[in-house]
């Protein structure tokens, strides 16, 4: 994908385009490249890389066929204004030769090429004779100069008729999706984050399928705060008891529904951004459970102290040496609960050994770079109560576990 950020496309459509891509992905996620006007940033799956030029509009695209792209290549080439119905593994499916060049055939114009989706194979002649063909900008769009160098090998309307117009002729908005329909172009007006159509609203803002836990045994008074904070959206349980915090979290695990699952202490609060950047840092960077910043309260003061962890990415060495991991933040996927369960026999490094746990068994650690909790500091925290040497001795224990 191409971003050159203006009004009409933000980074919130490559945002868009990515969760859709990841969540309906069955096998092994794929490797995402968005091409940009900002830095460059590896994002484990996801590579954002600069753009080589100040190009405008689709002219933006040409680093596409450029030789320094050819160590990606073949690639598969996706519109941010294109809706993602189903897996996009169904149209890499579609290419049974590789050194086939592919693209859309114009929904308006009959023979001619499309560029919204494109199939670039390796080593191809057709693409080096496109970079070498162009001495810059000519008219208003690319499309047009590669109709006059470039003939594809097939069109995508050949394999399948599963990728549809949001326009179709006669001026009428695609209102019902088809039963077939596996993507959805919208070049052109009204973008997607603009379309009044139910189907496209409900695109814009899928469900997200998230379990939160607050495990307590008093309400030590914030108990309301905590349950507020959490989005309407979300599976919330509560789950009060006389056992001590890893019991009264695991007993209502088996009710968990949703695909990402975290905990919240009753005299926490989530920030308001938490649940959607917490998810999108974990599909994004294809890992099982992430950590990030937390806003720290001091009660009865006045003060705040913004915590960043050292590290984005701590091994195990590292954790056991200096434990960095802020459990208000932390957020995990299902599949880690479904083989790991926090260890009751702890009471104060409970959340620590179950980290150190977590990477053990193999599962990636992310980073939100991005504030997901109100963490209270206040006399009646455990870190207060408890004697020092308890704390010390539980500590010392867990790291002789995985030293």
């Given at each position: ?12 459509d ?23 006007d ?13 753009l ?6 689709t002219?933006?695209?040409m680093?596409?066929?450029s030789?320094?792209m ?16 189903n ?28 560029t ?27 499309d ?13 309307q ?33 973008r997607?984050h ?39 959206d ?9 056992g ?6 695991n ?7 949703g695909?990402?699952?975290?905990w919240l ?28 910043n937390?806003?720290?309260?001091i ?24 434990n960095?991991?802020?459990?208000a ?10 083989k ?64």
């Open positions: 994908m191409v971003l050159r950020r203006s009004k009409d496309f933000t980074f919130k490559v945002t868009l385009l990515v969760s859709h891509i990841t969540a309906k992905w069955k096998g092994e996620k794929p490797h995402i490249i968005c091409l940009w900002g830095g460059y940033y590896d994002l484990g799956n996801i590579e954002l890389i600069p080589n030029n100040d190009y405008k509009g002219w933006s695209r680093m596409l066929y030789p320094e050819e160590k990606y290549r073949p690639f598969l080439y996706i519109d941010l204004d294109t809706a993602v119905i897996s996009l593994e169904n149209i890499f499916d579609l290419v049974k030769d590789g050194s086939k060049f592919i693209t859309l055939e114009d929904f308006y114009q009959k023979g001619q090429l499309a919204g989706l494109v199939w670039f194979p390796a080593n191809s002649e057709k693409i080096a004779h496109v970079w070498d063909s162009y001495k810059g900008e000519s008219g208003w769009r690319m047009y100069f590669l109709r006059n160098v470039i003939k594809p090998d097939l069109f995508w050949d394999l399948t008729d599963s990728i549809v117009d949001f326009k179709p002729k006669g001026g009428i908005l695609l209102i019902k999706l088809p039963g077939n329909a596996n993507l959805v172009c919208f070049h052109g007006k009204p997607i603009d379309a009044d159509i139910p189907w496209v609203k409900e695109y814009v803002k899928p469900k997200r399928s998230v379990t939160v836990i607050i495990p307590y045994k008093v309400d030590r008074g914030w108990l309301k705060d905590a349950i507020n904070s959490v989005p309407k979300c599976q919330l349980l509560v789950s009060q008891g006389d001590n915090w890893p019991e009264n979290f007993k209502v695990l088996d009710q968990a529904t695909d990402y699952i975290r202490h009753e005299d926490d609060m989530l920030t308001p951004n938490c649940i959607d950047d917490s998810v999108r840092a974990i599909e994004e960077q294809g890992v099982d459970f992430i950590h990030g937390a806003t720290e309260i009660e009865g003061s006045d003060r705040v102290i913004n915590y960043i962890p050292a590290i984005e990415i701590p091994t195990i060495q590292y954790l056991l040496n200096k960095i991991l802020h459990s933040t932390m957020m995990y996927k299902r599949c880690i609960f479904e790991l369960r926090l260890n009751e026999t702890l009471n104060t490094a409970e959340e620590f050994e179950f980290n150190l746990r977590v990477l053990k068994s193999g599962f990636k650690l992310g980073y939100c770079a991005t504030s997901l909790a109100f963490y209270r500091r206040h006399p009646q925290q455990k870190v207060r109560v408890v004697a020092k040497t308890e704390k010390d001795k539980e500590r010392e224990m867990v790291k002789e576990l995985y030293r």
